[in-house]
């Protein structure tokens, strides 16, 4: 018998600007267990308003350069292999630019 994969729960935490855009701080996100940061990160782009996606990927739909990812206060790579865990908690962070 095949061992079902089970939901788990992830929090996404929205930083400075991307805040204001999400319209909250925080996003609930529910993930098949096994997930990982990517496939966290197609999901919140899916389900995220036009504006805030724009913000968060190019027309290509890869993240933009300025848009750092956390997991539980440790910044990862989006294609990090790594599952998350029941719990994780990812920040999306808009690096500042300008001069």
Excluded at 76 to 90: F, K, M, N, T
């Amino acid at each position: 018998m095949e061992k079902a994969n089970l939901p788990v729960n992830v929090s996404v935490h929205y930083t400075a600007h991307l805040k204001k855009v999400a319209g909250r701080v925080t996003q609930a996100l529910i993930v098949e267990e096994g997930a990982t940061l990517s496939a966290c990160f197609t999901k919140i782009c899916d389900t995220a308003p036009a504006e805030l996606r724009a913000l968060l990927v190019d027309e290509q739909q890869h993240l933009r350069p300025a848009i750092l990812l956390c997991v539980n206060d440790q910044q990862r790579p989006l294609d990090d292999p790594a599952p998350l865990s029941e719990g994780a908690e990812i920040t999306l962070l808009a690096a500042i630019s300008g001069g």
